[in-house]
């Protein structure tokens, strides 16, 4: 589990690093200074994104839910099904490389 946890971490040190105007503001002092001057606080900030835009992972939480749902309730595979797809080369490594971690 460490792999994907660093890759992650990564990842959203990443993300984090290139949204940052999007939360404190396009061209604040945040990182340089305490101090933030009245001027920067009419600039791009993420109070004034549209709703949609905010909504998003709201979105995402009942499109992936409605899917699970979906492929729990309403398709029916056998274990004979599944076995044959976890022994094909490439889902086998992925299976063996994710078991039991």
């Known amino acids: 589990m460490i792999f994907p946890l660093i890759i992650l971490g990564l990842g959203s040190i990443v993300y984090g690093y290139l949204s ?10 945040f990182f340089n200074n305490v101090y933030v001057s009245y001027y920067n606080f009419n600039l791009i900030d993420s109070e004034f994104l549209p709703t949609l835009i905010k909504n998003i992972p709201l979105i995402f939480t009942i499109v992936g839910s409605f899917c699970s749902l979906l492929l729990i309730n309403c ?22 490389f994710l078991n039991k971690k």
């Open 20 to 29: 940052r105007d999007l939360v404190i503001g396009l061209g604040s002092m």
């Open 75 to 96: 398709l029916y595979t056998d274990k004979n099904t599944i076995f044959n797809f976890k022994m094909q080369i490439v889902p086998r490594l992925f299976y063996i």
